[in-house]
């Protein structure tokens, strides 16, 4: 959001154009590789799911694909560098998995386990709740640089 | 990167390439095809998309994303397994 501010890293260049790693690179390359396995399992899976049995449960297949979406998102932006755009989708990611976690346990039965997000994305090994969490300190810590 | 990851790699894209054949050639027996396909071609991909985005990485997360490549296809073939049990 605003890169001024904050405190310059002690060991980092103040010029903006070394940016040491990049927002794709270091653990940000690793970050890309699960954000990109993301992308692509959450969007098969979605579009099986409207695909073959959309009018089970609309809501949940609908809310599958947005999670796609969102993965993708944070995929193309993190490995690119635009690190504005992944902050947004990060949180839009962290809200999301709260917001249909909680629903998803409180009332079961609009969510028929169905959406990578439900049960705080307990189907996935509970990724998904820590995924976003990383991204956000990782995008956090690129605050000062230049992207 | 070093040679042993790569050979490791190789075997492991040599094995999954086995792996999908086989399956392939008996792929009438799984209820749920598109997907059974989807995860098999996926196994394939996998290993290779890891090896060309971690290769650039001269730090210790460039293995980082093959580590990542390969959990992945470890889930994906306990998936498949999951799959072919239930048409059985």
Redesign the interface.
């Known amino acids: 959001m605003n890169r001024v501010g904050g405190s310059d890293g002690a060991n980092r260049h103040a010029e903006g154009d070394t940016k040491v790693p990049a927002l794709g690179g270091g653990p940000g390359r690793v970050l890309v590789a699960v954000y990109a396995v993301f992308a692509v399992a959450a969007t098969s899976r979605a579009a099986v799911q409207i695909a073959t049995r959309f009018a089970e449960a609309p809501l949940a297949y609908l809310l599958s694909a947005f999670a796609a979406l969102v993965y993708i998102v944070l995929t193309v932006a993190l490995a690119r560098g635009h690190r504005r755009l992944a902050f947004l989708a990060c949180g839009i990611e962290l809200a999301g998995v709260l917001i249909v976690g909680t629903l998803s346990v409180l009332d079961p039965e609009a969510f028929p386990h169905a959406t990578v997000w439900s049960g705080y994305g307990s189907g996935y090994l509970f990724i998904p709740l820590v995924l976003p969490v990383i991204g956000l300190a990782w995008l956090l810590r690129h605050r000062t640089q230049r992207t | 990167m070093g040679i042993g990851l790569l050979v490791g790699l190789a075997v492991l894209e040599i094995a999954l390439v086995v792996q999908a054949v086989m399956a392939f050639a008996q792929v009438e027996k799984v209820a749920e095809r598109?997907?059974f396909i989807?995860y098999l071609v996926?196994t394939l991909v996998?290993p290779l998309?890891?090896l060309w985005?971690?290769k650039v990485?001269r730090?210790r997360?460039?293995p980082?994303?093959i580590a990542?490549?390969a959990f992945?296809v470890a889930v994906m073939t306990g998936r498949l397994l999951q799959i072919w049990n239930g048409a059985a």
């Open positions: 598109a997907t989807g996926g996998i998309a890891a985005w971690g990485e730090t997360w460039g980082g994303v990542v490549g992945t």
